[in-house]
């Protein structure tokens, strides 16, 4: 059965007051066996801290100080049979008996420390010390010790202690750098510190608290690990000074995050080069000028000696499309580019004196070019931020390849007439010819205009279909390719209407160019739509003489009238145009 020690102890009061209100004689001594008197007087129970009580062999209570009123109802009331059989232990050896109790009570269990002393005529002095406090002291000791051995074993952290001549002397038990902890106990931490010099006192030795330093420790495989220090310092009093013993601290290893903010770096200066790569070829209006732009922007963003950009032209065939720096001793660069594959590695070489590094350029996973740069083979390797950033700069090239592709695509669609793949009229007239005309008419060389008709071509289409047609015009295509020379330019100026530009050539040679022409479109009668009507050809020329200062619409007109006055002379045949009028301005 348990008692509540509170509501007994009230008890105990309320008896102790009610016995102190009448004349009973309570501070009697009580008489032993022997008929002998022992006076024990209140004081004396009084001046005992705890509980003190008087009490009989059997545990009745004599007396009580004011501290043992408690125990004197638990005893009265039976409660605690481990301290009557105490009593009884000490009545039979005559000697002290001593035992902890345990209480329960609402607020949990009280220890009590219980002493039993014979002190004759059969009565026994009992003296009770409340351990409670100190029992859960003790155990909230002993919990804090083992949370804090606990959270040192399981921390990532690394705990240590040096001596005073800086040796560790502990180390938490998962120890560091990969050693053991035995391994680094008695070894100078110092010692693994790198570059020691660089601090003014290096943390594992400071006689000052010390937080969040930060320093680079070797490791046991070689490599080095990034730690924060905080430490503080020990001292003993010697003589009324404080003498330093050692210090004592903890690390945290930040060897992960500080990578992670290099990488971190290293790719924001990667996005700043590719940035700026990016930015100069955009800020090309000329597509053609883009790469010349990109391989400058490039070379100089990486610090490099030269930076090449190839476009293929063919598969496995690959043309210098731009170039930046110092190309001496590169020859041969572009060998190994024809065994690249889009999204392959970067390839990296020696040519001659030059470090080099290569990559594909693709667009849709189509290799369309390369890209590569050099260095001095004195220089250090290609690390891989060069490798990751000509790899995103080939990206954007690929791109920008394509570009240009198309741009050159559109640029010969509008430039050529889309059947023969002969140049147009906007382009003969207006880009061909006055840029050639500026050219002879520095050189002082004469030209000549051919203006070239089908004579009867509406005939083929009306008897024999346009498919028919098609095939007149191929025919005479080729026969004006094979009649000029690599100088010269052809021009289709819509349906059987075609322009030769003849460079460079004199009036006799012109004249004889122009007969062998007429002869040789005789071969054109097959497409004929009616014999007495034969395909042929009328020709007007015009010859161009730079000391004429004549204008280039003006030999144009001239060259289609003398073409027009075959026609009504009855075709088939050539005319040369009459020289133009002087001109005096």
């Known amino acids: ?43 004396y129970l009084e001046g005992y801290p705890g ?28 409660a605690i049979p481990e301290i009557i059989e105490l009593v009884k232990t000490a009545a039979s050896t005559e000697a002290v008996a001593s035992e902890t109790v345990a209480l329960q009570s609402s607020k949990g269990e009280i220890a009590l420390q219980v002493t039993v002393s014979p002190i004759g005529a059969g009565q026994f002095l009992m003296l009770a010390r409340d351990l409670t406090m100190e029992r859960n002291l003790r155990t909230a000791l002993v919990d804090s010790r083992q949370r804090y051995k606990d959270l040192v074993e399981v921390s990532s952290d690394f705990s240590w202690e040096v001596s005073k001549d800086g ?7 998962k120890g560091a750098f990969g050693y053991t902890a035995e391994e680094l106990v008695d070894t100078a931490a110092a010692d693994l510190v790198v570059d020691p010099d660089e601090y003014a006192t290096v943390p594992f030795v400071s006689q000052r608290p010390v937080e969040n330093v930060e320093l680079w420790m070797k490791c046991k495989d070689g490599s080095t690990a990034c730690l924060v220090v905080s430490c503080v310092p020990l001292f003993d009093d010697a003589e009324g000074a404080q003498e330093w013993r050692g210090t004592r601290g903890v690390c945290r290893d930040v060897t992960d995050e500080r990578e992670s903010e290099a990488a971190l770096g290293r790719a924001r200066h990667r996005e700043q080069v590719l940035n700026y790569i990016i930015s100069t070829i955009r800020d090309e209006l000329e597509p053609l000028n883009m790469l010349t732009a990109a391989a400058g922007a490039t070379a100089r963003a990486l610090g490099v000696a030269g930076c090449s950009i190839y476009r293929q032209k063919e598969p496995g065939e690959f043309m210098v499309a731009a170039e930046y720096g110092n190309t001496a001793g590169l020859d041969g660069l572009d060998t190994s580019f024809a065994e690249m594959e889009a999204g392959g590695e970067v390839a990296t070489g020696k040519v001659g004196s030059w470090q080099t590094m290569a990559a594909p350029t693709s667009y849709r996973q189509t290799v369309n070019g390369a890209l590569a740069m050099w260095q001095h083979d004195e220089g250090e390797p290609w690390d891989d931020d060069y490798k990751l950033l000509i790899n995103d700069v ?24 889309s059947m023969t793949g002969l140049l147009n009229r906007r ?9 050639r005309l500026s050219r002879l008419s520095r050189n002082r060389m004469t030209a000549a205009l051919f203006y070239v008709d089908m004579d009867n071509f509406k005939l083929v289409n009306d008897i024999h279909g346009h498919q028919r047609g098609d095939d007149a015009i191929m025919f005479l295509r080729d026969m004006l390719v094979h009649f000029s020379r690599p100088g010269d330019v052809i021009a289709r100026l819509g349906g059987d209407e075609f322009a030769m530009w003849l460079d460079g050539i004199t009036p006799a040679v012109t004249e004889k160019r122009a007969e062998a022409l007429i002869e040789a479109s005789s071969d054109m009668h097959q497409f004929s ?3 007495d009507r034969p395909l042929g050809l009328s020709v007007g020329i015009a010859l161009y003489d730079p000391d004429s200062k004549e204008s280039l619409e003006d030999m144009i007109a001239r060259a289609d009238a003398a073409m027009y006055s075959v026609k009504n002379a009855g075709k088939g045949g050539f005319s040369v ?6 001109n005096d301005s």
């Open 1 to 43: 059965m348990l008692f509540d020690w509170e509501q007994l102890l009230k008890m105990a009061k309320k008896k102790s007051a009610e016995a102190s209100s009448t004349d009973a004689m309570e501070n009697q001594p009580g008489a032993s066996g022997d008929g002998q008197v022992h006076d024990v007087s209140e004081g």
């Open 51 to 78: 509980a003190a009580l008087m009490v009989t062999a059997d545990g009745s209570v004599i007396r009580s100080n004011a501290k043992g009123a408690g125990l004197e109802a638990l005893l009265a009331h039976q």
């Open 167 to 173: 040796a560790f002397v502990f180390v938490s038990p």
């Open 394 to 417: 080939a990206n954007q090239l690929g791109i920008a390849n394509e570009q240009i592709s198309n741009h050159e695509r559109i640029v010969a669609l509008s430039r050529t007439d």
């Open 427 to 435: 382009a003969f007239f207006e880009e061909e010819l006055p840029r």
């Open 529 to 531: 739509g009616n014999d």
């Open 577 to 582: 145009a009459p020289p133009p009028e002087p």
